[in-house]
């Protein structure tokens, strides 16, 4: 099982970027997925999530209303739009996937079996 991040890139603070997620050998759709991001010198946090077979959504508290998850089914995909972008949002942002991890524990990264090569957001002047 492979999954790839990408979408990466420069942006200025305040603005937009699309973030997308793409896997090989199972659908998305049956696997809860997030998003994590790891900033230079500190410790992979949660950013955003969806349990399997929903379309609900799970945010940290610094992205809501700003950052967006959402699952294409029919591209098989995973997505994270991001928005009001800020310098402090700078980091390697890093999808998973589980088909096992329970509703409770999706902030936690421990229980995602699955992950991808990151890809890095820096925002900047």
Do not use: H
């Not at 950013?47 to 089914?73: C, H, L, Q, W």
């Not at 310098?87 to 699955?114: F, H, K, M, W």
């Amino acid at each position: 099982v492979q999954l790839q991040a990408s979408g990466g890139g420069l942006v200025r603070p305040g603005g937009s970027r699309k973030l997308s997620c793409t896997a090989s050998e199972f659908a998305f759709r049956r696997y809860a997925v997030g998003w994590f991001r790891q900033a230079p010198g500190k410790e992979r946090e949660f950013v955003a999530a969806m349990p399997r077979n929903s379309d609900a959504t799970v945010y940290e508290d610094s992205v809501k209303g700003r950052f967006t998850i959402s699952r294409d089914t029919t591209q098989n995909a995973v997505y994270l739009q991001m928005n009001s972008l800020k310098p402090e949002d700078t980091a390697v942002y890093y999808c998973a996937a589980s088909n096992r991890i329970i509703l409770s524990n999706l902030r936690n990264r421990s229980g995602y079996q699955y992950w991808g090569l990151g890809t890095l957001v820096t925002v900047s002047s």
